[in-house]
C-alpha cells in the first residue's frame, strides 16, 4: 500500500514539474531553420544535419524514484538543475574520446558520474544534498569525481577566472572555467560567449536564465541553443549497464531544440574546453580572442598567488 501511495505521488510529481517545464518552454522559442546557420558547437549545419547532431547529444534531466541519495531524497527534481547542466557537459565531452558512456550517469550510487555522487561531494563545499549548486561549485565537484577515476580523462578548474597553464599535466583534459560577467550580461560579452560555444573546443556552456541552470550547445545568430534538464523522467531501473539497450537510453536524447537569446542570459556559468593533447591547447592559446583584448573572459597565467583550487566562492545559484 505504502509502495503504490509513493508510486502515485511521484507520477503526480512528475506531471506537475512537467507542466511546469511547458510552461517555462513557452517562454522560449523552438529553434528555426531559416536562412541564419545554425552552429552546434564549431559545426555549421543545416536542418537534417544538425537535428541528427543534436539528437546524438546526451540529455540529461531530473529523475524520480531512484535509489536514495540520503535517506528521503528519491529525486532531485527543484533543486538539481545545475548537477544536471554539469552532467551534460562532462558526458558530452567524455563522448568525444570514448563511445557508450550514458551508463556512466545512471541514477545510483554505483555509476561514476551518478548525481548521487556529485551531490554527496558538495558536502566538501559546504553544500547539502538538495542544496541548489553554482557554477564554481559543480566545477570543483567534477573536478574531484572525474579526476579520482580510471577514465581516461582529466579536469582542470580555473581560479578566479584564470586558469593556471601549467595544472594541465595531462591529456585529454577538460577545462572548466566559471565565470560571473556583471551584475547583467553585459552586450560587450556576447560576441566572446558566441566564440565559447563555436570554437573548435568547446563543449558548452552550464548556466542559464536567473534562477534556472541549462546546458547551451550551439547557436543561430544571438539565439542560443539549449538542453534543458527540467524535465522530470523516472529513473532507470537498477541492473548491469551493459544490459541496457539503445532503446533504454531513448530518454537521454532530445529531439527538440530550444532557443534563448543572449541578452536573456545570466551573467554567472561555466564554459568547457575538451583538449585532447597538448597541440590543442597550444591552438587555443594562440587563436582564442576571449583571453585578451579589453574585455577577457578570463586569462591565462602561469601560475597563481594563492594556490587551493578548492578555495573557489560561487557568486550565483541557479536553479
Known amino acids: 500500500m505504502q509502495l503504490k501511495v509513493k508510486e502515485s505521488l511521484d507520477y503526480f510529481m512528475e506531471q506537475y514539474r512537467n507542466l511546469e517545464y511547458t510552461i ?3 517562454r522560449y522559442k523552438p529553434l528555426a531553420f531559416t536562412t541564419d546557420p545554425v552552429h552546434l558547437f564549431s559545426d555549421t549545419l543545416d536542418a537534417n544535419v544538425f537535428m541528427e547532431a543534436f539528437q546524438s547529444l546526451i540529455w540529461l534531466t531530473y529523475r524520480h524514484s531512484f535509489p536514495p541519495i540520503i535517506d528521503g531524497v528519491t529525486s532531485d527534481a527543484g533543486w538539481g538543475c545545475m548537477l544536471r547542466s554539469g552532467q551534460m557537459l562532462l558526458a558530452n565531452a567524455l563522448q568525444r574520446i570514448q563511445p557508450d558512456v550514458i551508463h556512466l550517469f545512471l541514477d545510483n550510487h554505483s555509476a561514476l558520474y551518478s548525481i548521487h555522487k556529485l551531490a554527496l561531494l558538495g558536502n566538501e563545499c559546504d553544500k547539502k544534498v538538495g542544496e541548489w549548486f553554482g557554477p564554481s561549485t559543480i566545477s570543483v565537484c567534477i573536478r574531484k ?7 581516461g580523462l582529466y579536469v582542470v578548474v580555473a581560479q578566479d577566472q584564470q586558469l593556471v597553464s601549467t595544472d594541465i599535466v595531462e591529456y585529454p583534459c577538460l577545462v572548466l572555467v566559471p565565470m560571473r560577467l556583471g551584475v547583467d550580461l553585459n552586450a560587450v560579452y556576447y560576441p566572446y560567449i558566441i566564440w565559447c560555444l563555436e570554437n573548435a ?3 558548452g556552456i552550464a ?3 536567473p534562477q534556472s541552470s541549462l546546458y547551451f550547445c550551439g547557436h543561430q545568430e544571438n539565439n542560443l541553443v539549449y538542453l534543458d534538464p527540467h524535465y522530470q523522467q523516472p529513473s532507470l531501473p537498477l541492473r548491469d549497464p551493459h544490459a541496457f539497450t539503445k532503446s533504454d537510453f531513448a530518454s537521454y536524447h532530445c529531439d527538440k531544440p530550444q532557443i534563448m537569446a ?3 542570459m545570466d551573467p554567472s556559468m561555466v ?3 575538451l583538449f585532447k593533447q597538448p597541440s590543442d591547447f597550444e591552438d587555443f592559446c594562440k587563436t582564442n580572442p576571449i583571453t585578451r ?4 573572459l578570463f586569462q591565462i597565467v602561469d ?3 594563492q594556490t587551493d583550487l578548492d578555495v573557489l566562492t560561487d557568486t550565483s545559484e541557479l536553479e
Open 303 to 305: 601560475q597563481l598567488n
Open 271 to 273: 564554459a568547457g574546453f
Open 201 to 203: 573546443y568547446s563543449v
Open 262 to 264: 543572449l541578452k536573456d
Open 24 to 26: 517555462r518552454t513557452m
Open 145 to 151: 569525481l572525474v579526476n579520482t577515476q580510471p577514465h
Open 207 to 209: 548556466g542559464g536564465r
Open 293 to 296: 583584448g579589453p574585455y577577457p
